[in-house]
Antibody
Framework: QMQLVQSGAEAKKPGASVKVSCKAS????????IHWLRQAPGQGLEWMGI????????TYAQKFQGRVTMTRDTSTSTVYMELSSLRSEDTAVYYC????????????WGQGTLVTVSS | DIVMTQSPDSLAVSLGERATINCKSS????????????LAWYQQKPGQPPRLLIY???TRKSGVPDRFSGSGSGTDFTLTINSLQSEDVAAYYC?????????FGQGTKVEIK
């Protein structure tokens, strides 16, 4: 089964950008869609968007349109999520997770990356 | 967007007793083409990512203890934990994958009484 390993914690100032990586192993990188989700401290789960590693097509949640960019590098089986114009409300743990066309639930998940936005 | 509402927000159950979590969707997540409910349940322990427990509303993922079961159809769903164990202390989330954006319930925290 695919395994996802994310980059480490980040501390950013308001207005800055952050780029989080998610490296896949154990299965064909282009076989599954990869989603990004986040969870603010003590809060629930929020879906941010999806990237198809095969062709790079993306769909973003309306809330993040214009601020989020998801990309992939097939040579390293890595996807990236960049969030710009950071504000304190973006402080959260960011997760990548896979979902297939025939198995559209989120499984597995990366371990999470804490992004802290503070002046 | 489909709104997912869980109840209760938290519950305390004695070891060995049953825990019942409800999830209601604002629109049906039943796909008439394949008669499947596009709903999953996840367990999340502190400091860990969510873990898939159940998909298609009632299919237990391989390796998940059989004390976990899912039921329901259309807009009303239930996750039942029979004979609660100490390792079941966690937050539980329902999630619909019927339409985009994928949405989650607000979560239910299960504790030991």
């Amino acid at each position: 089964q695919m395994q996802l390993v994310q980059s480490g914690a980040e501390a950013k100032k308001p207005g800055a950008s952050v780029k989080v990586s998610c490296k896949a192993s154990g299965d064909t990188f282009t076989s599954f869609y990869i989603h990004w989700l986040r969870q603010a401290p003590g809060q629930g789960l929020e879906w941010m968007g999806i990237i198809n590693p095969s062709g790079g097509a993306t769909t973003y949640a309306q809330k993040f349109q214009g601020r989020v960019t998801m990309t992939r590098d097939t040579s390293t089986s890595t996807v990236y999520m960049e969030l710009s114009s950071l504000r304190s409300e973006d402080t959260a743990v960011y997760y990548c997770a896979t979902a297939g066309q025939l198995e559209p639930w989120f499984d597995p998940w990366g371990q999470g990356t804490l992004v802290t936005v503070s002046s | 967007d489909i709104v997912m509402t869980q109840s209760p927000d938290s519950l305390a159950v004695s070891l060995g007793e049953r825990a019942t979590i409800n999830c209601k969707s604002s629109q049906s997540v039943l796909n008439s083409a394949n008669n499947k409910n596009f709903l999953a349940w996840y367990q999340q322990k502190p400091g860990q990512p969510p873990r898939l427990l159940i998909y298609w509303a009632s299919t237990r993922k391989s390796g998940v203890p059989d004390r976990f079961s899912g039921s329901g159809s259309g807009t009303d769903f239930t996750l039942t934990i029979n004979s609660l164990q100490s390792e079941d202390v966690a937050a539980y989330y329902c999630q619909q994958y019927s339409s985009s954006p994928r949405t989650f319930g607000q979560g239910t925290k299960v504790e030991i009484k």
